[in-house]
């Protein structure tokens, strides 16, 4: 009788640690965003948490960034497919680019902590064959 009203006892604490542990480390987003293969968009009203986007990018791609932090801590870092981080910030520069060193995955993170602002990244492809002639440089036949 005793062991079942201990077991009791522990698994409501138990119950009640995991449902306040769930709470603490909740998300939270408010606002709007659109992911896709040629831009990542943040409209940031609200966020505790972290959001993902990955780009599929072409070695010389540039990305046209505007990230503004208005309220909080909203930090992204942008990762090559090899490991290298092309750019890690909080907004504090506003308006930049960043070229793709290598063809693969991008890893976009954006982490924040009661944060207001906006995130605004679009892709600007490099054109297919760009710089190369027909006959691969050679001059006219005469």
Request: hydrophobic share 40%.
């Amino acid at each position: 009788m005793k062991q079942q009203k201990f077991f009791g006892i522990a698994l409501t604490v138990c119950v009640l640690l995991l449902t306040l542990a769930g709470c603490a480390s909740g998300s939270a987003f408010e606002g709007s965003s659109v992911k896709n293969a040629d831009a990542y968009l943040l409209e940031v009203k609200t966020m505790t948490g972290t959001d993902t986007h990955t780009l599929e990018l072409k070695q010389g791609d540039t990305l046209k960034i505007r990230f503004e932090t208005v309220k909080g801590s909203l930090h992204m870092k942008i990762t090559a497919p090899d490991g290298t981080v092309l750019y890690q910030g909080d907004g504090t520069v506003t308006a930049f680019t960043a070229t793709a060193p290598l063809d693969g995955a991008y890893a976009i993170v954006v982490v924040g902590q009661k944060a207001k602002g906006s995130i605004h990244i679009d892709v600007e492809r490099v054109a297919q064959g760009e710089g190369e002639t027909e006959n691969g440089g050679e001059g006219s036949l005469k």
